[in-house]
């Protein structure tokens, strides 16, 4: 088992006593090290698999890892978020200590903390709404009362323009007794009430202590103080824990995450193993050169613990930058370079686009689509409990069971699926029409996939594959180009990736006014560098439309690399076009420039074009949607841990609440709703504006 590890990695494997920090580099095999120290701990009977309990931050990476685990032979490990781990604790336990269940976790905050602000007689709208939520989580996370928010707050860098500190307090206290009259809790409250449980009852202490005797934590980086409250109660004063992160990959401090504590858990632990793994085994040494220089502008003081990467493939092509014009010229080379990579044999599959904000992706989005290059979308709900997939299942075991087959597998799938309404071409149509069709597409290559590896098998062997997947949340993925943000493309990888749209004011976010902040998006930008493995490709443009003052100039994080903009401002990472496609490019370049729908005048000023209107113009705005627009947006950039604006500008809900789309077409229309939006929200979107 060790052999098939590096120095470093056996190293992590095969210590297994005492505390242990693992500074894992990005791409450094770090998932691999800590399940092989978990399986051979267990198999030189030092673990008892049911008594580790491994903790991630998503699904998919608790999928992974109890994945690896069944693959290294090991069963009976417990590998949950720490959401998931504290509410299986709380909702076992809380009948025993309090004599009732666990209280219903609520949906939403917005109406809770509208009648705390009313209690106050305080006046909210839906903007103000979304900013308390706000800080009530990052209060809660951070082990932040409400009666010490007013202080503590601001120490921590914590503002909000329309409430002081002390207000602010005063609403958090109210929300908390309205909750409680309620009979409710939210989700930060799955953790108190796990912390309280732990902490107030020593029989509860003592039982889970006794279930749990070891305990690996991954993406440490990322922990918040009131996870490394709960960690500390399940340890109990033992040290039988290993923490594995990436000072490097910390992109959540606005969440609450303190990378402090992985930095300085040798300082709290001083017999502590630290072990450093920087072989780099995901991209070439280009790309991790570029991404070694990216943190070494930062200097050791701006971050403390990194680890500098060494690359273990093959040399590799250079990374290429471009500038270009506008953003219309942009998404035109972007995809141009996509149809060079699909002809010179890279699957769509293992090509990316990456951008910091939602908001950048309909040009590029409208570019390959005009090339009927198919995309897929990151952040969507859980792959294997979408109902297609749910009923392409059933059909699936029907047919087994009938036992009428043909001869080739993949043929059975399609044809079973096409009699569910599958077709090889994709829809024209986009929304939910086309997110099923993904869904399915990705059934279809994983099928495909199966049956290359497994000639003999038929369709029983594949459900059982398919049943495999599920069980550890291993989700296929159909044959397109991903699109997603930077925060969303965090512990993936690809082939080629594109990250566009890397200028100033976007990257660094124009928001980013301290140095912290701006730090943290170096390190958004060093994570996006690394998730290429052979190829990467950075551009940015002088101006955002056709035709505007060039003025935009690349991010500063490039400096470090020596990017020379004035020589790179030919599209080199195109193919040869002939005169129809300079036509084409022509024609895009010159789209006309949009009107007001009020006034009828040209929108130059990006915010008047979000709006779709002068923002002097009157506004016909529906008040009523508009809270209710903001209110989902809050609760699904909840539910995607990323910032609200992220999902959909302020602007482009105006547009929405004062258009009041009635279909996808006319939802389409609305500046700043582009292919990848409308896949993934465009459904909920239209409910909201029709019902």
């Not at 008892?48 to 109890?66: H, I, N, W």
């Not at 009313?118 to 932040?144: F, H, M, Q, Y």
């Not at 949009?594 to 002097?616: H, M, N, Q, Y």
Request: charged content about 25%.
């Amino acid at each position: 088992m060790l052999a098939a590890l590096d120095p470093e990695q056996r190293a992590v494997a095969s210590t297994l006593h005492g505390p242990v920090v693992v500074l894992a580099g990005a791409g450094t095999g770090k998932t691999r090290a800590v399940t092989h120290r978990i399986a051979y701990g267990v198999r030189t009977g030092t673990f008892d698999p049911v008594r580790v309990l491994a903790v991630t931050f998503t699904q998919r990476a608790a999928g992974e890892m109890r994945g690896r685990l069944a693959q290294l032979g090991v069963e009976g490990v417990q590998a949950r978020t720490f959401h998931s781990a504290a509410l299986r604790q709380a909702r076992w336990f809380w009948p025993k200590v309090y004599g009732g269940e666990l209280p219903p976790i609520v949906d939403r905050k917005f109406p809770l903390l509208t009648e705390a602000a009313s209690r106050c007689r305080i006046r909210v709208d839906t903007p103000a709404l979304r900013d308390l939520a706000g800080e009530v989580e990052w209060a809660k996370v951070s082990n932040v009362r409400p009666d010490d928010y007013a202080r503590l707050a601001p120490k921590s860098g914590r503002a909000l323009a329309a409430f002081d500190p002390a207000t602010i307090g005063k609403i958090f206290a109210s929300y908390e007794d309205v909750k409680l009259e309620r009979g409710r809790i939210d989700l930060e409250d799955v953790l108190l009430c796990a912390v309280a449980l732990l902490a107030e009852d020593e029989r509860v202490a003592a039982e889970i202590r006794r279930q749990y005797r070891t305990f690996v934590v991954d993406e440490y980086q990322d922990v918040s103080p009131l996870q490394q409250s709960l960690l500390d109660l399940w340890l109990g004063g033992r040290e039988d824990v290993c923490v594995v992160g990436d000072p490097a990959q910390t992109i959540y401090s606005w969440a609450g995450a303190e990378p402090e504590n992985l930095v300085r858990f040798a300082s709290r632990h001083p017999n502590a193993t630290v072990i450093k793994l920087v072989r780099d085994y995901r991209s070439t040494p280009q790309i991790v050169d570029v991404a070694n220089k990216i943190l070494d502008a930062a200097g050791p003081a701006g971050l403390p613990g990194r680890v500098t990467l060494r690359s273990q493939l093959e040399p590799g092509p250079l990374p290429v930058y471009r500038e270009y014009s506008d953003e219309v010229a942009e998404a035109d080379a972007v995809a141009r370079a996509v149809m060079r990579l699909k002809d010179e044999g890279v699957l769509l599959r293992d090509i990316a686009v990456l951008f910091r904000t939602n908001a950048q992706s309909e040009n590029f989005e409208q570019a390959l689509a005009e090339r009927k290059i198919p995309t897929v979308l990151k952040g969507a709900e859980r792959f294997f409990e979408r109902p297609e997939i749910r009923k392409a299942a059933v059909l699936l075991r029907g047919q087994a069971k009938a036992g009428d087959l043909s001869d080739d597998l993949v043929e059975t799938v399609t044809g079973v699926l096409g009699g569910a309404g599958w077709t090889q071409e994709a829809p024209s149509g986009v929304g939910s029409v086309r997110d099923r069709w993904e869904s399915l597409s990705a059934l279809v290559t994983m099928t495909s996939d199966f049956a290359k590896a497994n000639p003999e098998a038929g369709l029983n062997e594949l459900m059982a594959e398919l049943d495999r997947r599920a069980a550890i949340q291993h989700a296929p993925v159909a044959e397109g180009v991903t699109m997603a943000t930077l925060h969303a493309a965090k512990g993936l990888e690809w082939e080629c990736v594109f990250i566009v749209g890397a200028h100033e004011g976007t990257l660094p976010i124009s928001y980013a006014q301290t140095p912290g902040q701006v730090e943290e998006e170096r390190r958004l930008f060093y994570v996006g560098v690394t998730r290429a493995k052979q190829q990467l490709f950075v551009s940015w443009s002088t101006s955002r439309s056709p035709g505007g003052r060039g003025t935009r100039g690349p991010t500063r994080f490039l400096d470090a690399i020596g990017v020379q903009t004035s020589r790179q401002r030919q599209p080199a990472w195109e193919p040869t076009t002939d005169r129809a496609d300079r036509a084409e490019r022509a024609a895009r370049a010159g789209r006309p420039i949009p009107k007001c729908r009020v006034c009828g005048r040209g929108l130059i000023d990006p915010g008047a074009r979000k709006l779709g209107r002068c923002e002097t113009c009157p506004s016909s705005i529906d008040q009523k949607l508009y809270d209710a627009l903001f209110e989902w947006r809050a609760e699904q950039a909840a539910s995607e841990k990323m910032p609200a604006f992220v999902i959909l500008t302020d602007a482009t809900l105006t547009a929405i609440a004062e258009t009041r789309p009635a279909d996808e077409l006319a939802l389409r229309k609305i500046p700043g709703i582009g292919h990848t939006k409308l896949t993934k929200y465009g459904e909920q979107i239209l409910v909201l504006c029709t019902r």
